[in-house]
């Protein structure tokens, strides 16, 4: 039993050096610190991450999605200072630790060279958004409205509002179009009219019609201009600009709305047609 108690346990201190009050006590006082220093980490953090992210609430000019991660990083900091502080107070070497995660970090990012490369293409999207939290977009062929973009991905609700995941590697690498960049858009249409219509009634019927809906803008100026001489019709070019958040509501009314006046003011509007001319087996012979 002496034996037992003359053993070397921990830092060069035995057994029996371990079952005195003084050890136990100072063993008690680190651990009431650890916890301490953890709550106030804990604290810290959050109070820190819920300021930074409502800096970028208050201020319109600044992008929410930036700041959320810019919230997250503080987080993540402070903990990590946190977890430093709360080893020291057990004596353990820090310098030490850091090291071995530094090696472990480098093995860990060779077996998931994906995952980092999400994070990557995350960090590069959230720095230079080409696209931000409410925005209408295509990405790679799919279109949706972006809901959020963290580390590792991108999340989009689609026009059917079905919740697509796209991993930011695929997103950061591929097309993007924004179509929420710009207020205005400009809609385009074909009309085609029959040949033996009256060109000049048919442009005016067409480009009134479009011109009385409040949502046409004037500046920049509507075009309509002749674009094509096809096989049974004669093919009318129009584009008007419109806000972008009424594009396509603007577009589909339109194409009814500009049909119903040229019926109702006597255009022809074709449409191909095909002449089957049946021939007589006898007569063939």
Same mark, same amino acid.
């Given at each position: ?11 060069? *201190? ?23 220093? !953890?709550? !106030? ?12 992210? /409502? ?9 929410? &999605? ?17 977890? !430093? ?38 960090? &590069? ?85 479009? &011109?009385?809906?409040?949502?046409? *803008?004037?500046? +920049? /100026? ?29 577009? /589909?009314? &339109?194409?009814?709305?500009? *049909?119903?006046?040229? @019926? ?7 449409? +191909? ?6 021939? @007589? ?5």
């Amino acid at each position: 039993m002496e034996n037992m108690l003359q053993t070397e346990i921990w830092q060069g *201190k035995t057994l029996a050096d371990l079952l005195t009050l003084d050890f136990l006590a100072g063993i008690a006082g680190s651990v009431l610190a650890a916890i301490g220093i !953890l709550l !106030l980490g804990w604290f810290i953090s959050a109070w820190l991450q819920q300021r930074v992210r /409502a800096l970028g609430r208050a201020h319109a000019h600044l992008d929410d &999605m930036l700041f959320d991660f810019l919230s997250s990083i503080v987080r993540y900091v402070v903990l990590g200072f946190t977890a !430093l502080f709360v080893l020291n107070t057990f004596g353990v070497q820090t310098t030490s630790i850091i090291a071995v995660i530094g090696a472990a970090g480098l093995a860990v990012g060779l077996a998931l060279q994906g995952t980092l490369s999400n994070i990557a293409a995350g960090v &590069m999207l959230i720095l230079f958004r080409p696209i931000r939290t409410g925005d209408f977009v295509d990405v790679g062929g799919t279109m949706g409205t972006v809901v959020t973009v963290n580390l590792n991905f991108t999340e989009l609700a689609d026009i059917s509002n079905v919740q697509v995941i796209i991993p930011n590697s695929q997103v950061w690498g591929n097309v993007i179009t924004n179509y929420s960049t710009n207020d205005t858009r400009r809609a385009e249409w074909t009309f085609g009219v029959g040949y033996g219509v009256h060109l000049a009634d048919a442009e005016r019927i067409i480009i009134d019609t479009i &011109m009385r809906d409040p949502r046409s *803008k004037a500046e +920049p /100026a509507p075009f309509i201009q002749v674009n094509n001489l096809g096989a049974s019709s004669v093919d009318f070019l129009v584009r008007v600009w419109v806000d972008a958040s009424e594009y396509f509501a603007y577009q /589909a009314d &339109m194409k009814r709305a500009v *049909k119903e006046a040229l @019926d109702a003011g006597g255009i022809d509007i074709p449409f +191909p047609t095909r002449t089957i001319v049946s021939v @007589d087996a006898d007569a063939s012979d």
